[in-house]
């Protein structure tokens, strides 16, 4: 909005100049992203305590010790999420650029589901919220509606195209196929970040690696020039996503201060299902589906470990992992919570470099 409204002035005044540049508004959201979650950050967990007297219901089939060290402990923390990025992207994105409405939509309208599976949740005093199937219809129609807004601003040579890593000049024509492709990347980030978020701190920190990531990603693909040199595919426009990737990382930073362990409060799937659905919107815009799989390789594995120990012990009655997700095998062979976390960021930022790397390996 700033941009819309103080960059016309440019001229009048030299300094509003500024904000013609992406890097400055996105440098802005990260601190207006932060600033915010500084801000509100006190108030709302206080206010989530209050209503929420118990906390977060704890699984009865979770690790024992969940049952002690988070007893208590108030969840739908994800508002500060929401607060931040949507408030720092409105701000300082430009507001007519269509890609940055639609993974807002996508944003804002899974942390509405997840906001109601957690009220659910906490007013019902168990760990069944809103049922999976309203949930997934929920989430299909968000993602297929910010799909077809991609598709519509996108050039008719990449609309329907899926790209690949490593390879220049490849593209898949999928047709209608698109859509589906949209929506498995959409539905399938959201909730491999929900799986993912199990333990304190676990999973904001690799959505911030990710989120980093993408908004460098967005940046190039949504600028001709480094485009053309990196051979990347250009999408014109997508670079405003840069900007909101750049909220998404201050309002993860102010959220882990109080989310750090032992945590103050939780993301719930307020926020799980919000990032993970923005981060899969973001890669489908950028083109970059299958980068995605690669820098979110974390959830990926969590997603697989639970695939996996559920399909084993159906058709053998045996279990792969001792719990799944894969951090809660860890916690059963004894790894302190802290040993987990930060071993699973460091395969994060490893899977972040990874991931870069394909920007330039053609």
């Known amino acids: 909005m700033l941009h819309n409204l103080l960059y016309p002035l440019a001229d009048e005044f030299q300094l509003f100049n500024l904000f013609r540049y992406l890097t400055f508004r996105t440098g802005g959201a990260i601190m207006t992203a932060l600033i915010i979650n500084f801000l509100v950050g006190p108030p709302v967990i206080r206010w989530l305590k209050a209503k929420q007297n118990e906390g977060q219901p704890i699984r009865d089939d979770g690790p024992e010790g969940h049952l002690i060290t988070k007893q208590g402990t108030p969840t739908m923390g994800g508002v500060l999420i929401l607060i931040g990025v949507t408030v720092a992207t409105i701000l300082w994105a430009d507001v007519t650029n269509p890609f940055v409405w639609a993974v807002l939509l996508v944003t804002v309208g899974y942390g509405g589901l997840g906001f109601t599976d957690d009220y659910l949740k906490v007013t ?25 807004l991609i598709v519509q601003n996108t050039p008719g040579d990449l609309a329907t195209h899926l790209a690949f890593p490593f390879f220049k000049d490849v593209l898949l024509n999928l047709g209608w196929g698109f859509f589906l492709l949209a929506l498995l990347v959409t539905v399938g980030a959201s909730n491999a970040v929900n799986l993912t978020d199990g333990l304190d701190g676990l999973a904001i920190v690799p959505v911030m690696i990710a989120a980093g990531v993408f908004g460098f990603i967005a940046y190039l693909v949504g600028n001709a020039v480094f485009a053309d040199y990196l051979q990347l595919h250009h999408v014109p426009g997508t670079g405003e996503l840069a900007v909101f990737c750049g909220a998404l990382l201050g309002a993860g930073l102010g959220f882990l201060w109080y989310n750090a362990p032992p945590a103050m409060v939780f993301m719930g799937d307020t926020g799980s299902l919000a990032m993970g659905g923005a981060l899969g919107a973001i890669s489908v815009a950028t083109r ?75």
């Open 124 to 148: 019902r005093r168990n760990h069944r919220g809103l049922p999976g199937r309203l949930k997934l219809l929920g989430q299909t129609v968000l993602a297929l509606v910010a799909a077809w």
């Open 288 to 362: 970059h589906e299958l980068v995605l799989a690669i820098v979110g390789g974390l959830f990926v594995l969590e997603t697989v470990s639970v695939m996996a120990q559920v399909a084993s012990y159906r058709l053998t009655g045996r279990r792969i992992f001792r719990m799944a997700p894969l951090h809660h095998h860890f916690e059963q062979k004894g790894w302190p919570e802290s040993t987990i976390v930060i071993r699973f960021w460091i395969i994060a930022f490893i899977l972040a470099l990874i991931g870069l790397s394909t920007l330039k390996l053609r």
